[in-house]
């Protein structure tokens, strides 16, 4: 049975593994645990609140078919042996749509979907990790100072974060991190953190719990005609037009499915 273990929760949560402690959060280097038979593992919660994680299992016959002998070797950590890997942007809107309650007629068939979906990109990101020549090279611990980097960016996303200020926590010069943020993370720290306050804006709006100005003072803008293009350029369409779509009471998972048709 292999098993991807995934922290949603900026708290630390202690995994045991063969006797070697980790620790794990939504921020981390190490927020997604991805492990095969034949380890020995001890989960340590925490007593300080509650926790947030999702657990996938499936087993090398679940993807027997769907994948090419060759990749499938390549995606499954042999007998014993495990990794971690970060959680991205895009790994984590699939990782919340699947801890939102849902309560439609078709709520398991979709849970399923949006499983696999999740398991498709973490086994992509995987499989890139043996083959993605942008990372050839790079040193481990530059990598790790680059999560630290971008953990930090993505905890002040109600304020501008300098190149500057994350060279000074990742102990590189300004041109390093210019250098090797976009080999890491595939862009500039500029258009990561942009991308990450829209994001985080869309999650602020779904949640129905703030306005359009509330949401857009979260993710650090003054200026909401500011916000608004920005949100716009993003997803295609204005954070009223998105909000008036959730009050509606629309069902959907994506931002494409409440534009209206006439655009």
Do not use: W
């Not at 981390?28 to 300080?48: A, E, K, M």
């Amino acid at each position: 049975m292999y098993c991807l273990f995934i922290t949603l929760s900026k708290e630390v949560l202690e995994k045991t593994v063969d006797g070697e402690i980790h620790q794990l959060s939504r921020y981390s280097p190490d927020s997604i645990f991805y492990y095969s038979p034949g380890n020995r593992i001890f989960q340590q919660f925490s007593s300080t609140g509650p926790q947030q994680f999702i657990v996938i299992t499936f087993t090398q016959h679940t993807l027997k078919g769907l994948l090419p002998e060759a990749t499938l070797e390549k995606v499954l950590p042999k007998r014993g042996s495990f990794l971690f890997m970060d959680l991205d942007l895009e790994a984590e809107k699939l990782a919340m749509l699947l801890i939102k309650p849902a309560g439609e007629p078709l709520a398991l068939l979709n849970r399923y979907g949006q499983t696999l979906s999740f398991l498709t990109q973490i086994l992509q990101k995987v499989l890139t990790r043996q083959t993605i020549r942008g990372t050839a090279g790079m040193l481990q611990p530059d990598i790790e100072q680059l999560l630290l980097a971008r953990q930090h960016l993505l905890e002040h996303l109600t304020g501008t974060v300098s190149v500057k200020e994350l060279a000074q926590i990742a102990g590189f010069s300004e041109s390093k991190l210019k250098r090797l943020f976009p080999r890491l993370f595939g862009t500039s720290v500029h258009h990561y953190q942009q991308k990450a306050r829209m994001e985080k804006a869309k999650e602020l709006l779904f949640s129905r719990r703030y306005s359009v100005s509330e949401a857009g003072y979260l993710v650090g803008y003054s200026n909401m005609t500011h916000f608004a293009k920005a949100f716009f350029r993003h997803h295609g369409l204005k954070p009223s037009q998105f909000l008036k779509a959730i009050k509606a009471g629309k069902g959907f998972t994506s931002v494409s499915s409440v534009i209206p048709s006439s655009q």
